[in-house]
């Protein structure tokens, strides 16, 4: 189908060292960007979110096919309707997500708690969930990077991979809900559940650690924020956090909580957490540590003092019904999710991003289109 040119981040190949700035494995390159197909929308890009997913993907930890479009946390205004797209209209804002839901595989019935089958296979081939690629270059096709690719000016997604929300509700908080809010809040909200009042403790702050830290907050839980870096620690006490602690002075400290959030994707993040989860409570495990990760655990913990560990992905989320959760703790004031924002950039600079990412200095880098 005949569509349009846009400027786009293309991952070129997987691997490349850091720094990011110097190996440039992101090019900025004319693509060419198809017409939405039956079932799908052109979208024009407001904001996109730099992701620790995005980082995994550049330095080989979660393999994808490539050139690929990157990018999978933004937000933007409809421009174009597929066929058989009657449910949003031009102009609206929707939020884009990382995991379609197709509704009706057996995993689609477990309310969020198994992701999407159908949606699972289209992301790790590159697809969108309707079936191929909308994105090329000088004739060769370019993946889809988690059916998003929003690290460019216009992207052609999968209705199921969108959420409208209200035109009040400004573009980088609307990226924010897309993947850092729904994986750490409903890492809180969906997977772990805490009693009313309870302590969460949250390990590991970067977008999402903060995201579930907030969403904790709003949903009146007293929150415990662990980090290596003492700059995050102190930019989570600024958010609202109780107590701010090292790894370290958890475990000499022996400091717990019944329920404890786990968002940095690193085994040693993984055993503190399970290690400050107190007798009868929960670990939720969300970060995505690279597939040849290990930790131990002692099984004994876990039927001794009643523990139970809980995988979460993208927050056990239900992205329609929860999106317009947080919309609303959002006007109320109660989620305050700009304040996770640390920098904008432009396309341009998304190497030098990935290299911030990657030393721990910054919450949400976000691509201001």
Not at 231 to 248: C, D, F, M, N, Q
């Amino acid at each position: 189908m005949a569509g349009m040119r846009i400027t786009a981040a293309v991952l070129e190949e997987v691997g490349r060292p850091a720094p990011f700035a110097a190996s440039r494995p992101l090019t900025l390159s004319t693509v060419d960007l198809d017409r939405p197909g039956p079932g799908e929308l052109r979208v024009r890009v407001e904001a996109a979110g730099l992701c620790h997913s995005d980082l995994s993907v550049v330095d080989g930890g979660r393999p994808r096919p490539t050139p690929m479009v990157l990018g999978h946390e933004a937000a933007g205004l409809i421009e174009e309707l597929g066929e058989g797209v009657v449910d949003v209209a031009v102009g609206d804002r929707v939020v884009m997500t990382f995991l379609p839901r197709c509704g009706r595989c057996t995993s689609c019935g477990t309310d969020g708690r198994l992701p999407c089958g159908p949606g699972s296979a289209a992301n790790t081939a590159g697809d969108l969930l309707g079936g191929g690629r909308r994105l090329s270059r000088d004739g060769v096709p370019l993946a889809h990077h988690l059916g998003v690719s929003a690290f460019a000016e216009q992207v052609v997604v999968d209705r199921r991979s969108v959420v409208p929300v209200p035109p009040d509700v400004p573009a980088e908080v609307a990226a924010l809900l897309g993947c850092a809010v729904l994986t750490g809040g409903g890492a809180v909200l969906n997977a772990a559940r805490p009693q009313p009042g309870s302590p969460v403790m949250v390990v590991g702050l970067g977008g999402v650690g903060m995201a579930a830290l907030l969403v904790a907050q709003a949903l009146g839980h007293p929150v415990v924020a662990v980090d290596t870096v003492r700059g995050k620690l102190g930019t989570a006490a600024e958010l609202g956090a109780v107590r701010t602690l090292t790894p370290a002075e958890v475990l000499e400290g022996g400091v717990t909580a019944p329920t404890v959030v786990e968002a940095a994707g690193h085994p040693r993040a993984f055993e503190t957490a399970v290690a400050a989860t107190a007798p009868g409570g929960t670990t939720v495990t969300v970060g995505l540590p690279h597939p040849g990760a290990r930790s131990e655990v002692s099984p004994l913990l876990l039927t001794a003092e009643a523990r139970t560990i809980v995988g979460s992905y993208l927050g056990s989320s239900v992205p329609a019904r929860d999106v317009p959760r947080y919309v609303d703790l959002w006007r109320q004031g109660r989620l305050p999710v700009e304040q996770l924002v640390s920098h904008r950039l432009e396309l341009g600079g998304l190497n030098e991003a990935l290299d911030a990412l990657a030393l721990g200095v910054v919450l949400r880098q976000v691509v201001t289109c």
